[in-house]
């Protein structure tokens, strides 16, 4: 059973930065997809970044230029570095892995960690 576990999260003011990672209980080289998704209270889940087995990685427009996603398969480890933190980005986040696409390009993420906080305050 693939396990996924999120640390990093935490309370920041605006303008500060956090590093979130997830530890993969499996080989990160065997998904074809790792993403992070934010879900913040009374609102829906959304996508934040993620990566595909070929090195594409996609950003959300409201996160680009401030977030940046890796992936370090030695350590089965994905990372969000977030920069330029915005009280719009306090949200419960969450990560995410597949190991196939439901239609190629889609990832379909079957696997969901438990999530951590974020809190950014103005």
């Known amino acids: 059973q693939v396990q996924l576990v999120e640390s990093g999260g935490g309370s920041v003011q605006a303008g500060g930065s956090l590093r979130l990672s997830c530890a993969a209980s499996?080989?990160?080289?065997?998904?074809?997809?790792m993403g992070w998704f934010r879900q913040a209270p009374g609102k829906e889940r959304e996508e934040v970044a993620h990566?595909?087995?070929?090195?594409?990685?996609t950003y959300a427009d409201s996160v680009k230029g401030r977030f940046t996603v890796s992936q370090d398969n030695a350590k089965n480890t994905l990372y969000l570095q977030m920069n330029s933190l915005k009280s719009e980005d306090t949200a419960m986040y969450y990560c995410?892995?597949?190991?196939?696409?439901?239609?190629?390009?889609?990832?379909?993420?079957?696997?969901w960690g438990q999530g951590t906080q974020v809190t950014v305050s103005s």
């Open positions: 995410a892995a597949a190991f196939h696409f439901t239609t190629w390009p889609v990832c379909g993420f079957a696997y």
């Open positions: 499996t080989s990160t080289y065997s998904f074809n997809c």
């Open positions: 990566v595909r087995s070929d090195g594409v990685i």
